[in-house]
């Protein structure tokens, strides 16, 4: 079984519904623990998990949060790390799309040895609409292509 590891963070609210709406296996929180390489001390990382079942050889694995400790438990991993991220963004907080550059900016790095994608959500679907060409947008100014959707968090089980 060859798992593949896909971390969604960004709004909070949304990192577990949209694992929730994509995940084939009950979505839970699960804590792992680790140590970290530049130290002894263990580094304790609770997240939202999902998994789907690609075929009898292949799983995704989803793993949901915003703490950087995520981040470094991700890429400590002996399957090569994770192999894309969603950056969830709630249409409804407008200081979140004020700052979407700066976001996207943060995650960029992952462009370039994996998948980035956006996910959007909100109440009103104009806002959504907007906000998918806002992002699409910022990533012109910064010169990358990644996909932009929508979801509807109410979808999640």
Do not use: C
């Amino acid at each position: 079984m060859k798992p593949y590891s896909i971390v969604v963070t960004g709004e909070s609210a949304y990192i577990k519904r949209l694992i929730g709406v994509i995940s084939y296996g009950p979505e839970k929180i699960i804590t792992h623990k680790y140590r970290d390489n530049d130290s002894d001390e263990i580094q304790e990382v609770a997240m939202s998990f999902g998994s789907l079942q690609v075929d009898e050889d292949h799983r995704i694995d989803f793993f949901g949060g915003n703490d950087q400790a995520l981040f470094e438990f991700i890429d400590q991993r002996p399957e090569d790390g994770f192999k894309g991220l969603i950056l969830t963004v709630n249409t409804d907080d407008k200081s979140g799309l004020e700052n979407i550059t700066d976001q996207l900016l943060t995650h960029l790095q992952y462009l370039d040895k994996s998948a980035l994608v956006v996910g959007v959500a909100g109440l009103d679907y104009n806002e959504i609409k907007q906000a998918e060409e806002q992002i699409r947008q910022s990533f012109i100014e910064l010169d990358k292509v990644a996909p932009v959707f929508s979801f509807d968090p109410a979808d999640a089980p």
